[in-house]
């Protein structure tokens, strides 16, 4: 064993999916006590690596090594017999099961060879009082929110007393308080000799907390730079290839207000309650709001995926059914804000994904055709620039990009009325975000409705016409284009009035 060898030290590691090379030689060394940041573009590798290293993949060729040791990862206990821990951006938690019984999931403890809730609630209990997290073990997961959930992922890889811990975009689904205690935790593990490999598309995250970062592009490593040497513009550069230019100005769009989605005093259990609002085409209503007030269960229940308790949906003077397949129908699409869970089918392919809103129009004589599905497929491919461009490659096999591109493109390849966006760009690398965007305020210009829920207080002031903040179960204020910022949406959400925003 070399003591000055790095703790891992992934060399020349090589991948294939259905032909295409995802990973090109990329080399990884990982130390003790660091904080060593991973970035790129969708698409770059940087999921297929990780999943290398934890036993999810098997490498094609390329060796891994732990303090000097040469080592074989062929699945998830190998990585945790190693010391390897890791925190997926999609989470992998039973939604049934408690907060405890997901932390200690095969790794149950027992008394007398029965399982014992008592001592492993109190076991949770600790880890969550020393990490400072607001939980309660014997709570199900399934009545948490995507924030809470991360919490509970976080715990559940800390208690394997990993020597390396991987996080894939930890801080995705947390308020700006509960990232900071996310960081006070990693902080507190580098001090135990801990290594953290961290994922983020946030360069502001990465720029604070990383020791070194390494940048792949196109399956590649293409440098690894010091604390010291971190800027945005030389990630940026790095990242992409060139220079970012954002858009400037956005696609030119009339507000037609005789094209109207009107909500009227609409409830949802306690969630919210005497919602009024109206969004008109042309234009991309924004809604803001702190995690948990309710953003997300408004817009399915315009959607049909939730029976509002109370009010009116109305598009155009005309009552919104109140079903999916209706809406769907009617011209409506949801963009969700859980992809995996409830945005597309993993194993299923681009073509089959892409299809599924869209067999009513595709079907002739109630038949749908190969060929036609798989020119429409091919189209959407092409028009929103899904990479593998391959029909058949199963889309749980893509990037997080393309993965959100399939979902927004199964949509825009339909003739939309509105469209319900649920945080587009989460785990989305900013060259993507560029795309996506573009892509949103083109419907808009067509007379289309977009409504967008962020948590991204500057995407949110970027892209949005107007904006739309809740708190408290009700809309509490409203900026337009030219009084919108960051500052003021969050202060709204917070249920301070400023200025900028008029009352509602």
């Known amino acids: 064993m070399d003591e000055n060898a790095p703790l891992l030290d992934a060399k020349g590691i090589c991948k294939q999916f259905s032909g295409v090379e995802v990973l090109k030689d990329v080399d990884l060394d990982i130390r003790a006590g660091e904080v060593h940041a991973l970035?790129?573009?969708?698409?770059?590798?940087?999921?297929?690596?990780?999943?290398?290293?934890?036993?999810?993949?098997?490498?094609?060729?390329?060796?891994?090594?732990?303090?000097?040791?040469?080592?074989?990862?062929?699945?998830?206990?190998?990585?945790r017999d190693s010391g390897i821990s890791v925190i997926y951006q999609e989470l992998s938690l039973i939604p049934a099961l408690t907060i405890a019984e997901n932390i200690f999931l095969g790794q149950e403890i027992t008394r007398k060879g029965v399982l014992s809730r008592r001592k492993m609630n109190a076991a949770a209990m600790e880890l969550i009082e020393k990490y400072g997290f607001d939980l309660k073990p014997a709570v199900s997961v399934e009545s948490l929110g995507m924030a809470k959930r991360q919490m509970v992922e976080i715990l559940k890889a800390l208690s394997m007393s990993a020597r390396l811990v991987i996080m894939d975009e930890p801080t995705a689904s947390l308020t700006a308080a509960e990232t900071e205690k996310l960081f006070d935790t990693i902080i507190g593990l580098k001090k135990t000799g801990t290594a953290i490999l961290y994922i983020s598309h946030r360069l502001e995250e990465v720029i604070r907390i990383a020791d070194r970062l390494t940048v792949m592009r196109d399956g590649e490593n293409v440098g690894v730079l010091t604390k010291e040497e971190l800027s945005p513009e030389k990630v940026t550069r790095m990242m992409i290839g060139r220079d970012i230019r954002r858009v400037s100005d956005r696609v030119s769009s009339q507000v037609d207000e005789n094209t109207s989605l009107e909500i009227k005093d609409?409830?949802?259990?306690?969630?919210?309650?005497?919602?009024?609002?109206?969004?008109?085409?042309?234009e991309v209503l924004g809604i803001g709001g702190l995690v948990g007030s309710g953003r997300t269960e408004l817009i399915k229940c315009i959607y049909g995926d939730l029976k509002p308790g109370a009010g009116e949906i109305t598009l155009n003077g005309r009552p919104v059914r109140k079903t999916v397949g209706k809406n769907i129908r009617n011209g409506f699409g949801l963009v969700p804000e859980d992809r995996r869970k409830e945005g597309f089918v993993p194993v299923l392919s681009i073509e089959r994904n892409i299809t599924a809103a869209s067999y009513d129009t595709l079907a002739n004589a109630g038949f749908v055709s190969g060929r036609s599905e798989a020119g429409y497929a091919e189209k959407a491919i092409k028009n929103y620039d899904i990479r593998p461009a391959k029909r058949r490659f199963p889309v749980g096999n893509l990037s997080g990009g393309n993965q959100q591109k399939v979902v927004l493109g199964r949509w825009l390849s339909r003739d939309l009325k509105v469209l319900l966006l649920d945080e587009p760009t989460v785990g989305v690398d900013i060259g993507v975000k560029e795309e996506l965007y573009k892509y949103i305020w083109e419907l808009a210009a067509s007379g289309a409705i977009v409504i967008m829920v962020s948590s991204d207080l500057d995407e949110l002031v970027y892209v949005s016409d107007r904006i739309l903040v809740m708190h408290g179960g009700r809309f509490f204020a409203e900026f337009t284009r030219e009084t919108a910022t960051p500052e003021a949406i969050l202060l709204a959400a917070s249920g301070v009035m400023t200025e900028e925003g008029g009352a509602l």
């Open 39 to 79: 970035m790129g573009e969708n698409g770059a590798g940087k999921s297929t690596i990780i999943k290398i290293i934890t036993g999810v993949y098997t490498k094609d060729s390329g060796e891994l090594f732990m303090d000097g040791a040469p080592i074989e990862i062929h699945s998830r206990q190998d990585a």
């Open 266 to 282: 609409l409830s949802y259990k306690k969630i919210f309650a005497g919602v009024n609002f109206k969004a008109n085409g042309g």
